[in-house]
Nanobody, 124 residues
Framework: QVQLVESGGGLVQAGGSLRLSCVVAGRSLSMYTVAWFRQTPGKEREFLAT????????YYADSVKGRFTMSRDNAKNTVYLQMNNLKFEDTAVYYC?????????????????WGQGTQVTVSS
């Protein structure tokens, strides 16, 4: 069983920055793919970024490429999402997700483990 806990959300002005954290606890994560998604009311959950815990490339959605950076701290079993130059439309609940059976997927239904989400609100 894997547990994910996000933190770091809050209120920020447009143009500002936030760093979200996702602590991943459970079994060995060496075979897991981890991803960030976000969701606004009435819309489907949107893919943002993903990488394999074992290393390799990080893939981003076009909507956040160049502004958001996904990284990790192996010692802390923590994944981060650094968000810069935030826009009003980035307002959403942000989730991290993980699964050992997917490979860099952008599809929400392929991830079996999810955090509770953290709210990010960008004021214009």
């Amino acid at each position: 069983q894997v547990q994910l806990v996000e933190s770091g959300g809050g209120l920020v002005q447009a143009g500002g920055s936030l760093r979200l954290s996702c602590v991943v606890a459970g079994r060995s994560l060496s075979m897991y793919t981890v991803a960030w998604f976000r969701q606004t009311p009435g819309k489907e959950r949107e893919f943002l970024a993903t990488f394999s815990w074992s290393g390799g490339m990080t893939y981003y959605a076009d909507s956040v490429k160049g502004r958001f950076t996904m990284s990790r701290d192996n010692a802390k079993n923590t994944v981060y999402l650094q968000m810069n130059n935030l826009k009003f439309e980035d307002t959403a609940v942000y989730y991290c997700a993980a699964d050992p059976s997917v490979r860099l997927s952008r599809r929400t239904y392929e991830y079996n483990y999810w955090g509770q989400g953290t709210q990010v609100t960008v004021s214009s």
